[in-house]
């Protein structure tokens, strides 16, 4: 039997059967690490560049010992395996041109890597935290993202970035960021948001196969959540969400973490009688308004759950979305969980009450259930 | 020298100055559509470097780059209708004066971030070495004093020294960052020293003179080809106009200095070594100028007759693909 994920995306039972579907349970990190180890084995136009995602650069290792010297029998050192251990075992198998540990220079690795995409391979860069990318922001805004545009055509950008993203791991301020629409504001540039460790696989496969520049942004929360991953290369259309759940009296639209939150709400509150239907939107730029629209048009009511703070959100825009072109479907107003105008907290009881929680979306959810 | 190459230097240099003068003139007649930036007077930079370079090899250039995009090889009448904004424009009309590129010229871009297409040439390198194709294609940086204020620089820097990559790091110290003065932003009298922080060879060179600087980014690119890593070139040289072209740069600079530079100027030092040495003639010069001046004519004869994008063109390239 074939994988039919397709079914994710409009089926009626929310994820697809997968009973007899050659694959296995695994985390998010394993799938994202798996995929992308397939990525470089299809094509040899594809590296990886980024601080540290191999670690020890330079160095060789055999069981264990390092060594200054490249010895007979003896590796490049795989001393982090990445941030997060994202990237772990690539080096010793594609070989440190191909995973090519970088200095701490972001605007300059980001703009060598659009310099090279540019020019004939297919670069993927690991920024490790999200909050780096401003770093090297105007790489990303003045060149990979206006390159194509701005020379009439002429060119293409074929360049994947990643980097976690997300408060609750006691990162505070300055590694904790979901500025999602800082992105997604760039035109010329795809933004998407894995959930699960399906997405994951599903979205950097096609973001490393895209032409354009893709961000692929990875929730440190949802790192060690586990799911099913079939054997079979599995590559989404970018620009599509799905339903994780269906149901018939609101829509809770999620990304990233909080579309886990969104499914874990539907599962409970079932138990209650509000049948929800969840959104998980998959991909911020492109955004699937059909989807949102598809659902507000059968519940006539949403609750839209962002972990960015809320001006100018994708929380935000989604909603302005909803009031022009769903205004008639609706029958009680719009209703938001984002974090709050401030910057990440540190402390972890501060720090739970800034992000979106169950509750917040429970409430949010009573308040327009009996509108 | 082979006397072909003596002849493209000149030629090259006097395309450069001629279609600064004449887009200049434009610009001021209302036919540009946005801001220009003339490099007059900065010719032999850009003509002594491309003139050891072939399609293959990738140049980053400035808003300062109609000098780089002819030195490289693009046709005057695309990038003078590109300045017109007409559909025949090198880039559809869509970049201007401060974005012309062509990819199959090998030239990455004019980039109106300063420093921003610095990286762009090392990762060009970049692509080079990841396919084993260093001896036939290294990148050039084009940036100008201004910019080895910017990080990226110096990053780039130490990219292309720890990888050894094939890049030439050109910085054209036209003494100018717009209407700031060298001596108040950087630190050093020769930026060239700065190449001594990332173990790389630097070299100062006398911008004016084309036959200098042919000499050492031949020596620069060569080292590049055989796989032995990046060079900064200084070249020192000077814009006859303002930084774009409403600004009157008398407001910062004297008369004195700009004669100082004018009396070096590029073409007429090229003009007195030839014909005193004799490598070539005075006829030959007339006709080249002759067709040069023939064939701005019929740049401006181009852009003019050229039509405007269709109104469509404003969504079209902004991705390859894009699900609405």
């Known amino acids: 039997m074939t994988f039919d994920y397709s079914q994710t995306f409009r089926g009626s039972t929310g994820l697809p059967n997968t009973d007899n579907v050659p694959g296995s349970e695994m985390r998010y990190r394993d799938a994202f690490n798996l995929t992308l180890r397939a990525e470089l084995e299809r094509d040899s136009s594809v590296f990886v560049m980024g601080e540290d995602i191999a670690g020890g650069a330079g160095r060789f290792e055999k069981d264990g010992e390092v060594s200054y010297e490249e010895k007979e029998g003896y590796k490049p050192l795989d001393a982090w395996g990445g941030p997060f251990a994202a990237t772990k075992g690539l080096i010793q198998d594609f070989g440190p041109e191909r995973i090519k540990d970088t200095p701490i220079s972001e605007a300059g690795v980001l703009g060598a890597a659009i310099g090279a995409a540019l020019t004939g391979t297919r670069p993927v860069v690991d920024l490790m935290y999200f909050d780096f990318v401003t770093v090297a922001y105007d790489q990303l805004l003045s060149n990979a993202a206006k390159s194509r545009y701005m020379f009439g055509g002429q060119t293409k950008v074929p360049l994947t970035m990643f980097a976690r993203s997300g408060a609750g791991t006691g990162h505070a301020a300055q590694h904790s960021e979901s500025f999602y629409s800082m992105l997604v504001h760039i035109p010329g540039l795809k933004v998407v948001v894995p959930s699960d460790p399906l997405s994951v696989k599903g979205l950097l496969s096609a973001s490393i196969r895209d032409d354009d520049p893709v961000f692929l942004v990875n929730d440190k929360k949802l790192i060690n959540l586990s799911g099913f991953v079939p054997d079979e290369e599995v590559v989404f259309e970018l620009g599509k969400g799905r339903y994780l759940k269906r149901g018939n009296d609101v829509t809770l639209i999620g990304m990233a973490y909080t579309s886990e939150i969104c499914r874990k709400v539907a599962e409970k509150l079932e138990e209650s009688g509000v049948s929800c239907e969840v959104i998980d939107v998959l991909s911020l730029s492109p955004l699937d308004e059909d989807i949102i629209l598809e659902s507000v048009s059968k519940t006539n009511k949403v609750v839209i759950v962002d972990e960015d703070t809320p001006m100018c959100s994708m929380a935000s825009e ?32 501060l720090e739970f009450s800034f992000m979106p929680s169950e509750e917040r979306v429970i409430k949010a959810i009573q308040e327009i259930v009996e509108y | 020298m082979e006397q072909k190459k003596l002849e493209w230097l000149f030629e090259a240099m006097y395309r450069i100055r001629r279609f600064e003068e004449t887009m200049l003139e434009q610009t001021f007649k209302g036919k540009s559509m946005g801001v220009t930036h003339s490099s007059d007077g900065q010719e032999a930079g850009p003509v002594g470097v491309c003139a050891h370079l072939t399609d293959k090899d990738w140049i980053g250039s400035t808003h300062r780059g109609h000098g780089h995009c002819i030195a490289k090889g693009l046709d005057t009448k695309k990038m003078m209708a590109e300045i017109f904004g007409k559909s025949t424009g090198q880039c559809k009309g869509k970049g201007g004066s401060m974005h012309i590129a062509d990819f199959s010229k090998g030239m990455l871009g004019a980039n109106a971030i300063v420093g921003a297409s610095i990286p762009l040439a090392v990762g060009a390198a970049l692509s080079s070495k990841y396919n084993g194709t260093e001896n036939d294609s290294v990148g050039v940086a084009f940036f100008g004093d201004g910019a080895t204020g910017q990080g990226v620089l110096h990053e780039s820097m130490n990219l292309a020294s720890i990888w050894k990559l094939p890049v030439i790091f050109v910085c054209e110290n ?125 740049a401006v004869e181009f852009a003019e007759k050229s039509p405007m994008p269709n109104l469509n063109e404003l969504y079209s390239d902004v991705y390859v693909n894009y699900k609405d």
């Open chain 1, 318 to 349: 989604i909603s302005s979305i909803i009031a022009d072109k769903g205004f008639d479907y609706l029958d009680a107003p719009i209703k938001k969980v984002t974090s709050p105008h401030t910057p990440v907290p540190y402390n972890r009881d």
């Open chain 2, 174 to 298: 036209n003494h100018y960052a717009e209407a700031t003065p060298v001596e108040y932003a950087v630190s050093i009298e020769d930026i060239s020293d700065r190449a001594a922080a990332y173990s790389m060879p630097g070299v100062t060179a006398d911008g004016m003179d084309v036959f200098d600087v042919y000499e050492v980014a031949g020596e620069a690119i060569k080292r590049a080809r055989k796989g032995e890593g990046p060079t900064l070139i200084e070249l020192k040289t000077f814009r006859y106009h303002g930084h774009f072209h409403a600004d009157d740069p008398k407001k910062y600079r004297t008369i004195e200095e700009d004669e100082k530079w004018k009396d070096r100027d590029c073409l007429k030092l090229f003009e007195e070594k030839v014909t005193s040495n004799k490598s070539m003639n005075l006829e030959k010069i007339k006709e080249i100028k002759n067709l040069i001046d023939e064939e701005m004519l019929e």
